[in-house]
């Protein structure tokens, strides 16, 4: 049964927000930006890959079509094409690239197993 919360929703509460929160002030990335936090930029983005937008045009129109439920999906805030894009063009990728790692590192022991027991089946 629907909680309230949409599956964007869902699958973003399994990152840990306080390792995102970590990199973000050890790359000062919220450093000078008043209007899109690097949670908001990393969410958009996110949403963007998981729903095959082509453009920060098409990023922006599909969430804008979503109305209200920039809430529901994790937004603190409207994101906007041309905020969206400094953002891209100004903030260190080094925050979602060591960001990446955390996921990855809670996948690879189950995958290393995984591919040794697959590995011994053979």
Known sequence: MNQGHTI????VSFLPGREFRRRAERYQGNAGSRRLSCWDQYLAMAFAQLTYRESLRDIEACLHALGSKHYHLGFRGKV????LAHANENRDGRIFADFA????GFVRPALIACLIRGASSV
Do not use: D, E, G
Request: proline share 8%.
């Open 8 to 11: 964007f929703q869902q699958l």
């Open 80 to 83: 906007a094409r041309s905020t």
């Open 101 to 104: 790692q955390v996921p990855i």
